[in-house]
């Protein structure tokens, strides 16, 4: 208990600190507003704009054309609670215990969670005077010491972990096939309003649509105030549900209609942004978690023409699709250079005039330049980690696949594999026997990354005792 006291002093000088410099620094502009939206499971390929022929996307093709589409944007990891931890504090997820060689991501019964002494991006903003909320899926701990509302949110709606957890344990079969077709019912998945539990099982086919209508009053009811809005859909994540609005609509299917009802949420909330004159003050960005679940076949997504899925370090395991909208602000234009989840904190920080804490290691960049001039990423390297292993390193262009990673033990390759992503961002040719200096060059990159890495307690293996 002295220790979370502890921690939460700290973070109550940091805010304190943060806004007295916002206050003083003399700033003119009126502070903008940031807006998260982020899929889970989402594939590269899953949007009109990036290809898809069956998925109708209008709403995210009409911000790709007036914003910014990523072509080469990652996530920090290839599954959901590491992936989250990483966008939530900027730093990689071995940093901070959220990444585990035992367990792939919390469960019901896990103990642990983001740890109290990490600060997350709704802290850093709030300590500038933003209001605060967190609409959709957490996944970074279930337990009441490690729900939003600790980590700097002031309201919290949404489901802690997976839609897919907590199965009744009555219902047997393959998997696969219960995900595909099982009824939302046998999830006993929790709704939690701030610290509450609302409803148990949460009704699914109905979620896409009650996320969106808490993030659109979220808005409202803030609209006079600069504000950060995390809003984080459950799905494409297997079981899929769709409202009747949408079920059945789609060429594609299921999946489809699934994307196709959260393109409509991502209109409604740029419908609340304008209906409010809020979208000239208002940066949106959308993104995914990691890639598709190849193993549910066509309710699994697709990652377009990029090669491996979720849980992979392949590049459809990590590379995401990603816009950034904000008219008047975000000069439009396709940005081809490289770009993280992990640069989200530093980006936001700095378009607020916010301080980051700099007894800690950030691993994000600031593409506030990249958003609001179209200039140069400063994002030349990506790790790619399957668990807390590192498995592959790009620098530049190249590529060097160390470990065929797929969970949380990946195999080590006989030999390192070598990819040109730019000639080659489907990595069918292996250019290793070619470039050995080249592998040499990543390899002791990866090496020089590591060596900066303390060991700290693995936030995923702890469980309750219940």
């Excluded at 469960?107 to 983001?114: H, Q, V």
């Excluded at 419908?271 to 978690?289: P, Q």
């Excluded at 992979?312 to 490289?338: C, D, H, S, Y």
Aim: glycine fraction near 10%.
């Amino acid at each position: 208990m002295l220790l979370v006291s502890i921690n939460r002093i700290k973070r109550f000088v940091f805010c304190l600190i943060s806004l007295l410099i916002v206050e003083f620094s003399g700033l003119t502009k009126e502070p903008l507003n940031f807006v998260i939206i982020f899929t889970d499971d989402q594939g590269y390929g899953d949007m009109s704009c990036n290809g898809h022929p069956t998925i109708h996307t209008p709403n995210l093709d009409q911000m790709a054309y007036q914003g910014q589409k990523w072509t080469q944007f990652y996530s920090a990891a290839a599954v959901c609670t590491p992936s989250r931890a990483a966008l939530m504090t900027g730093r990689l997820p071995v940093r901070s215990g959220m990444a585990s060689s035992k367990r792939v991501v919390l469960f019901p019964d896990s103990a642990g969670g983001l740890p109290q002494n990490e600060i997350t991006i709704a802290e850093i903003l709030k300590g500038a005077g933003y209001k605060t909320g967190m609409v959709g899926k957490w996944h970074m701990g279930h337990l009441p010491q490690h729900l939003p509302t600790t980590q700097g949110f002031d309201s919290y709606y949404g489901i802690p972990y997976s839609n897919d957890m907590d199965r009744d344990s009555n219902v047997k079969g393959d998997w696969v096939e219960i995900g595909k077709t099982a009824p939302w019912s046998i999830y006993q998945v929790p709704l939690i309003k701030n610290g509450t539990v609302v409803e148990r099982p949460v009704n699914q086919n109905t979620i896409t649509r009650r996320y969106t209508e808490e993030a659109v009053k979220f808005i409202t009811n803030n609209k006079e105030s600069s504000f950060f809005l995390y809003l984080a859909h459950s799905m494409p994540h297997i079981p899929l549900y769709a409202s009747k609005n949408f079920k059945g609509k789609s060429l594609n299917g299921i999946y489809g209609d699934v994307i196709q009802e959260i393109d409509w949420s991502v209109g409604e909330v740029v419908n609340a942004l304008k209906k409010h004159d809020l979208h000239k003050k208002t940066i949106v960005m959308f993104t995914s978690d990691n890639g598709p679940w190849e193993v549910f076949k066509t309710h699994g997504g697709s990652s377009g023409l990029l090669r491996g899925a979720k849980g992979g370090t392949r590049e459809g395991g990590m590379r995401e699709p990603a816009i950034f909208w904000g008219p008047g602000n975000v000069k439009p234009g396709v940005v081809q250079g490289l770009g993280s989840t992990l640069d989200v904190l530093p980006t936001f920080a700095s378009l607020a005039g916010a301080k980051i804490p700099e007894e800690r290691k950030i691993d994000g960049y600031d593409l506030s330049e990249v958003l609001l001039t179209q200039g140069n990423s400063p994002r030349k390297e990506m790790y790619y980690f399957g668990g807390a292993k590192l498995s592959a390193i790009r620098f530049e262009n190249y590529k060097v696949q160390l470990r065929e990673a797929n969970g949380i033990n990946p195999k080590k390759l006989t030999k390192p594999e070598l990819y040109h992503l730019g000639e080659d961002p489907s990595e069918k040719y292996n250019l290793a026997s070619k470039h050995p200096e080249i592998i040499k060059d990543l390899i002791n990159r990866g090496e020089k990354m590591k060596s900066g890495i303390k060991e700290v307690p693995d936030q995923l293996i702890p469980k309750t005792l219940n």
